[in-house]
């Protein structure tokens, strides 16, 4: 095995940049896949419209966001819902 300029992370996430070509839309993880989505637009897939978990959708990120809860996911967002909601249980309704 020869060593490479790349790490196997860099590698990875230009791979599923690249799958990512033509795509219309991508459901956005944390980590990698946040890395490798946000490369895709730039690159391959220009008009990918991104949705994050958080319940951002149609995001174009000013800079690469550091979370997924990281303010700049909503730049250039077509929709967010931010309910406050966060320590709503659906079980107990409270």
Do not use: W
């Not at 690249?18 to 946040?34: I, K, S, T």
């Not at 897939?45 to 991104?50: I, K, N």
């Amino acid at each position: 095995m020869t060593d490479s300029a790349f790490s196997k992370s860099e590698m990875m996430i230009v791979a599923a940049a690249r799958e990512l070509a033509g795509q219309r839309v991508c459901f956005v993880g944390v980590g990698l896949p946040n890395i490798a989505v946000n490369l895709a637009q730039r690159t391959v897939a220009p008009d990918l419209e991104l949705v994050y978990e958080a319940g951002v959708f149609g995001a174009r990120p000013a800079r690469l966001p550091l979370s997924i809860g990281d303010p700049t996911i909503v730049t250039g967002a077509t929709a967010a819902s931010i309910s406050g909601r966060a320590n709503h249980s659906p079980i107990t309704g409270r």
